[in-house]
């Protein structure tokens, strides 16, 4: 079946302005991720978000960052004001939540610009 | 929180050796810890992961190791062939909540 799917794939914009990214998780999948992967840089977990439960946001870096999931299945990464310091790749994943696997499956990126 | 360190950040090896990735972890409560490989231009993909309960798997030439006393799991490659060349990223969670992965290690596999 799909994979998770992010849109845009590449999004480059001017300093100050504010960036909707998108996820498409797998469908039935209740579990969903953002992460933020700089040049050369590992994973760094933003927000996470189970079934109906309040959201992790431990992980958002400022109050520009906000995400939200719509009926428990797209969710919507924005960033307000952007800095070039925000440029990097966001990659969303997916997951089923219990069960015997807890895999994330993760889409191919949106690549963030701040110029 | 979690905190997980991956040594070394780095690796190369000829085609044919082994490859061991060793990671970290400051949480006693954290139960899984999967492996993922991240191609260029691509998301991270799972390769292996382990539960607490046992102490190593192993598919095909793919290995890991768990250390539950000292907190470290390590990646073990054997009979590296060239697209073996990606990043590697090691994570831990407990039940898969609240993931923390390692700053990954980019293994490069000489032919």
């Known amino acids: 079946g799909a994979g998770v799917s992010q849109s845009p794939s590449n999004k480059v914009t001017e300093k100050g302005k504010d960036v909707e990214l998108r996820c498409d998780p797998i469908s039935g999948h209740t579990a969903l991720y953002w992460y933020r992967q700089s040049l050369g840089q590992g994973l760094e977990f933003l927000i996470y978000f189970q079934g109906n439960s309040a959201p992790d946001k431990s992980g958002l870096p400022s109050d520009r960052f906000s995400a939200e999931r719509t009926g428990g299945s797209v969710s919507t990464l924005t960033i307000q004001r952007t800095q070039q310091e925000d440029s990097a790749v966001y990659l969303c994943a997916s997951s089923l939540s219990g069960g015997r696997s807890y895999e994330q499956y993760f889409g191919p990126g949106t690549r963030l610009t701040v110029t | 929180g979690e905190n997980v360190e991956q040594h070394p950040s780095t690796l190369s090896v000829q085609e044919g050796d082994s490859a061991v990735i060793k990671c970290t972890y400051s949480?006693?409560?954290?139960?899984?810890f999967p492996w993922y490989k991240q191609e260029l231009g691509k998301g991270p993909q799972l390769i292996i992961d382990?539960?607490?309960?046992?102490g190593e798997k192993k598919d095909q030439r793919i290995a890991v190791t768990l250390n539950k006393t000292a907190k470290h799991f390590s990646l073990h490659i054997t009979e590296t062939q060239p697209e073996d060349s990606a990043v590697y990223f090691c994570a831990a969670s407990m039940n898969n909540n609240d993931m923390r992965f390692g700053a990954g290690t980019r293994l490069t596999v000489k032919p």
């Open positions: 949480d006693s409560a954290s139960n899984y």
């Open positions: 382990i539960r607490s309960n046992v």
